[in-house]
């Protein structure tokens, strides 16, 4: 059933963290979640005159496709969506899923291979240099982890991925000019007494550009 929330989600995604342009191409990849949310987001790139791409996992599938890879499978699978990702300006990634530890018995040469072969020149050597936006979408796993009802873990969730992050990202400027004009900093607490320096080290605003929820602001 449709939420009024993830159409506003969908827009901040769209327009605001991938800043979409008419014409681009944007991937949207999601796994576990649901069909109404992923309709709103396709929605929503063609409201910005960009074109969708869709891709539609299932983690139990992908248990499967892991369970059984291999160096050769991965370096074929990597070709076939590098190609893919190297067309598009902007991706959009949504994970849910019913289960956290679905993957906890696959072989861990499998799970490395993947990793290197795979995520590695399709996400790392492409997708990091495209428009990019990634999060997690709630679920009865996800609630069931936070002690909370799905319905009470979904409005925490919505409350805060659909704050205004523009409003947030100009906020933050204030403690961006401090953070650039400091040298010493302090931690101090029962047990604790730390002093270093970030003279020199650019600060960096999380404001809901990569990913959603956000905002924290860090040096190193």
């Given at each position: 059933?449709?939420?009024?929330?993830?159409?506003?989600?969908?827009?901040?995604?769209?327009?605001?963290?991938?800043?979409?342009q008419p014409g681009e191409n944007?991937?949207?990849?999601?796994?576990?979640?649901?069909?109404?949310?992923?309709?709103?987001?396709?929605?929503?790139?063609?409201?910005?005159?960009?074109?969708?791409?869709?891709?539609?996992?299932?983690?139990?599938?992908?248990?499967?496709?892991?369970?059984?890879?291999?160096?050769?499978?991965?370096?074929?699978?990597?070709?076939?969506?590098?190609?893919?990702?190297?067309?598009?300006?902007?991706?959009?990634?949504?994970?849910?899923?019913?289960?956290?530890?679905?993957?906890?018995?696959?072989?861990?040469?499998?799970?490395?291979?993947?990793?290197?072969?795979?995520?590695?020149?399709?996400?790392?050597?492409?997708?990091?240099?495209?428009?990019?936006?990634?999060?997690?979408?709630?679920?009865?796993?996800?609630?069931?982890?936070?002690?909370?009802?799905?319905?009470?873990?979904?409005?925490?969730?919505?409350?805060?991925?659909?704050?205004?992050?523009?409003?947030?990202?100009?906020?933050?400027?204030?403690?961006?000019?401090?953070?650039?004009?400091?040298?010493?900093?302090?931690?101090?607490?029962?047990?604790?007494?730390?002093?270093?320096?970030?003279?020199?080290?650019?600060?960096?605003?999380?404001?809901?550009?990569?990913?959603?929820?956000?905002?924290?602001?860090?040096?190193?």
């Amino acid at each position: 059933m449709k939420d009024s929330r993830m159409t506003i989600l969908a827009e901040n995604l769209v327009n605001y963290s991938c800043n979409v342009q008419p014409g681009e191409n944007v991937l949207i990849e999601v796994n576990g979640v649901d069909s109404a949310m992923t309709e709103e987001l396709v929605k929503a790139v063609y409201k910005a005159g960009g074109f969708p791409f869709v891709e539609i996992n299932d983690q139990r599938v992908n248990r499967a496709i892991l369970m059984g890879t291999s160096e050769e499978h991965c370096k074929r699978w990597a070709d076939y969506d590098a190609y893919r990702m190297q067309n598009m300006d902007a991706y959009i990634g949504i994970r849910g899923g019913s289960n956290t530890f679905e993957n906890s018995d696959v072989p861990s040469d499998n799970i490395k291979t993947y990793s290197i072969v795979y995520q590695d020149k399709v996400h790392l050597d492409i997708r990091l240099s495209k428009k990019w936006v990634i999060l997690r979408y709630p679920n009865p796993s996800m609630a069931q982890l936070a002690q909370m009802s799905t319905e009470k873990f979904e409005d925490f969730y919505f409350d805060v991925c659909n704050l205004d992050y523009g409003k947030m990202d100009k906020a933050m400027d204030a403690l961006d000019e401090y953070m650039q004009n400091t040298d010493k900093v302090r931690i101090v607490s029962p047990g604790t007494d730390l002093t270093f320096s970030i003279k020199g080290i650019r600060g960096i605003k999380c404001a809901g550009k990569m990913n959603i929820p956000d905002g924290e602001f860090y040096t190193a």
